[in-house]
């Protein structure tokens, strides 16, 4: 797991020093830092911060997630929104490639000035399932809030809205890779018995922290369900 969020480091915080990740990810020297990590992701530190290879990172990274026993009903509210107009980088591929994505949105985002912590939230807009959907046809929206229509610009990013309206809200807590437990929970569990509809727009994120800030067991994200 040390090593895990030593990658997303060395992916996204290009300023943070591989000797400072390697001390903080409990290593006593970067030589044992690199030789663990090439060992676990294939590639050495410096080489994944230049170009990391998240296929085989994924492929690599592969711990058993146990299923999680139900303790009772999980805390849906509902709740109304204002449409939220977005800076959205449009992704279409196997959800092992969203973080290369990912990382050309915030090189669009640091050229515009936009904080995700002062100024802009992050939101992912999940169009399909990727436990069911082709991986060459898996879409997912990475956005941030905007005040104005987005110019052109190299890296593709668009302007779009998120819809307002209600929502049913479940906040998660944990890893990004759980996500999927608390969206099965509203379409399969709660939506049947709750009265309320879906809208023709698809579930969607509101990252409340950002990855590789907060250690993974603290990550909160609200799923949001637009219904009617």
């Known amino acids: 797991m040390k090593l895990k969020r030593a990658s997303n480091r060395l992916a996204f915080n290009p300023e943070d020093r591989i000797i400072d990740i390697a001390l903080d990810a409990g290593f006593e020297s ?19 911060r230049k170009r990391p290879a998240w296929a085989d990172w994924s492929l690599r990274y592969q711990f058993p997630i146990p299923l999680r026993e139900r303790t009772g009903k ?22 092992a490639l969203v973080n290369d994505t990912a990382r050309r949105f915030i090189e669009w985002r640091k050229t515009t000035g936009l904080s995700p912590v002062a100024s802009s939230q992050t939101y992912g807009i999940v169009y399909n399932n990727p436990d069911t959907t ?3 046809e898996f879409r997912f929206d990475i956005c941030g809030s905007v005040t104005e229509a987005v110019p052109d610009n190299p890296w593709g990013v668009m302007t779009k809205t ?7 809200v479940l906040r998660h807590v944990g890893s990004h ?29 509101h990252y409340l922290t950002l990855v590789p800030d907060t250690p993974e067991h603290e990550h909160q994200t609200d799923v949001c369900l637009p219904i009617k």
């Open 30 to 48: 970067p030589e044992a830092f690199a030789r663990a990590f090439k060992n676990a992701f294939g590639q050495t530190p410096s080489g994944f």
């Open 74 to 95: 999980m805390d849906v509210t509902i709740t109304k929104v204002e449409p939220t107009l977005v800076a959205a980088l449009e992704h279409l591929g196997a959800l």
């Open 134 to 136: 082709p991986a060459e």
């Open 162 to 168: 998120i819809p307002g309206g209600r929502l049913a």
């Open 177 to 205: 890779e759980r996500l999927g437990e608390s969206v099965y929970y509203l379409y399969r569990e709660w939506l049947p018995g709750s009265g309320a509809e879906p809208r023709d727009f698809p579930v969607y994120f």
